[in-house]
């Protein structure tokens, strides 16, 4: 639950970067560009809220990634390190308190179901009211308005119905399955009745209706976010900017002065504003100066603009994958009580057939951020099984054989990243992972205890420069601590 959240956090982040920056764009050339190019370079910033892909090296999932605090310190024995009262016994730090079930992402992840399902309730079944009372209303519009009409669609046959209803102020495009164009009452002259279906059409045609079902859900789905809002009003000026720039392109002069007062007059009719499901002809009166401005000021695209137009694309698809989002994975935890364990113990039933090195040049003390088969997850509190260490390192600190051996597997996969897995005879094999790279060995190789074989880096399912060291005994996972015999495990204060 609580990466679900994390996941909903990320792509709010990465969606609101990627509107703030079309945004900013947008004010910057949109005097200088059609409305057209901006009303769908806005799908790329609602598809980053709704697309859930990332990696862990993205921008969000930097953002997101908590900071590693770490559990324990490994150190080599010496004096003045506290001996365990039972020798061999191994305690996770935090481990009652943190076992315990949080509730608090449950209690988030209703509260945002909650705001999400009731604002997606009210914009649908708003929506099918409003159609289920237009058609109690609704009767075929006149003989030579449906003529108009035919005209405007040409030959073909499933364009939306023509019906005439009291219940709208001015035209107005309803339905995505079943679209139909309502007129008003009020009988308009042929030249504005020509102006009104031909920027209805033009939302039809260009399947404006599913864009703003999209718009509706991301809406929802990130009421708590501002952003969201503002671009969802952006959105819907650029719709109506465009369409009113599609339909008067190739209009003279006098006829573009026609459709502003027919726009005039659909603003003074549009008393209960744009509906978020339905394309009006008619506009609030906050859009209609600019709407106005905008196709009384055709202008061409000059070259230079179009390549600036090409460079806006190129950013915003780069962006969009820098942005990314949580790319999920388990956090490291932090230390509630000291914790000191000294090693190794081997086990009466299995002897240990050799002794490890360490598998880095760490000196004589090295941070650990999960022991084996005691990771205890930060947010859900819930302990994991864990088939290796994490030791704490720098990127790119030289990952060592830990012993004499051949490199059985150099691979990659999400969990571990790049990894590869040596065997050391009697059973014995090891495995290094999250690397930079497979690059440093190959499946085959002989290797010496203290050769390189790797670099850490933070692949796979990782949030954090780590390196994640694993021992198998006959095929079944073994404690690593148990092959370091002069190592000790302290708290982690610094």
């Known amino acids: ?63 997101m990634e908590r900071p590693a605090e770490l559990w324990v310190t490994v150190s080599e024995a010496g004096e003045g390190r506290p001996v365990p009262e039972k020798e061999g016994a191994i305690t996770i730090a935090g481990e009652g308190d943190k076992s315990e079930t949080k509730f608090w992402p449950y209690v988030l992840a209703a509260l945002w179901g909650l705001g999400a399902i009731t604002a997606l309730a009210a914009r649908y079944f708003g929506c099918r009211r409003l159609r289920q009372e237009l058609d109690r209303t609704a009767y075929p519009a006149d003989e030579w308005e449906q003529a108009v009409y035919r005209q405007l669609a040409g030959r073909r046959k499933d364009v939306p119905l023509l019906l005439r209803t009291g219940g709208v102020e001015s035209p107005v495009l309803i339905g995505l399955f079943r679209p139909i164009i309502y007129i008003p009452e009020e009988k ?185 088969e005691g990771r205890v997850h930060p947010i859900t509190g819930k302990r994991s099984e864990h088939t290796g260490i994490d030791f704490v390192l720098e990127k790119e600190t030289p990952v060592l054989a830990a012993a004499q051996g051949t490199v059985t597997e150099v691979g990659y996969n999400t969990e571990y990243g790049n990894y590869v897995e040596l065997s050391h005879g009697g059973g014995l094999s090891t495995k290094y992972a999250h690397l930079v790279s497979g690059d440093f060995c190959q499946e085959g190789d002989q290797v010496t205890a203290g050769q390189q074989i790797g670099a850490v880096g933070k692949t796979g399912k990782s949030t954090g420069y780590h390196l994640h060291f694993e021992t198998m005994l006959d095929g079944v996972w073994v404690d690593p601590m148990d092959y370091f015999p002069e190592a000790r495990v302290t708290n982690g204060a610094a």
């Open 188 to 372: 308009l002259e042929r030249g504005a009745l020509l102006y009104a279906l031909s920027h209805e059409l033009v939302h039809w045609r260009r399947r404006d209706l599913a864009y703003k079902h999209l718009v509706v859900l991301v809406t929802s789905l990130y009421w708590f976010d501002p952003v969201v809002w503002l671009m969802a009003r952006a959105i819907d000026r650029d719709s109506e900017l465009s369409c009113d720039q599609e339909v008067v392109k190739n209009m003279s002069l006098h006829q573009r002065t026609d459709y502003g007062r027919t726009l005039l007059w659909a603003a003074e009719r549009q008393g209960r504003g744009v509906r978020p499901l339905s394309a009006p002809f008619g506009s609030q009166k906050s859009c209609l100066r600019e709407r106005i401005e905008a196709i009384m000021k055709v202008r061409k695209t000059s070259k230079l603009t179009k390549a600036a137009l090409w460079v806006v694309t190129a950013a915003a698809a780069i962006s969009f994958v820098v942005v990314g989002a949580y790319a999920g994975g388990e956090r490291t935890s932090s230390a509630a009580e000291p914790t000191v364990v000294q090693g190794p113990v081997p086990s009466e039933e299995m002897s240990v057939p050799a002794e490890l090195s360490w598998p880095f040049d760490g000196g004589k003390e090295v941070k650990i951020s999960a022991l084996f």
């Open 1 to 63: 639950m609580a990466d679900h959240l994390l996941l909903l956090m990320s792509l709010a982040l990465s969606g609101s970067l990627m509107a703030v920056t079309v945004a900013f764009f947008r004010t910057l050339l949109k005097k200088r560009t059609p409305r057209t190019f901006w009303y769908y370079l806005w799908l790329l910033a609602l598809l980053r809220f709704l697309c859930p892909l990332g990696t862990q090296q993205s921008l969000s999932d930097r953002l």
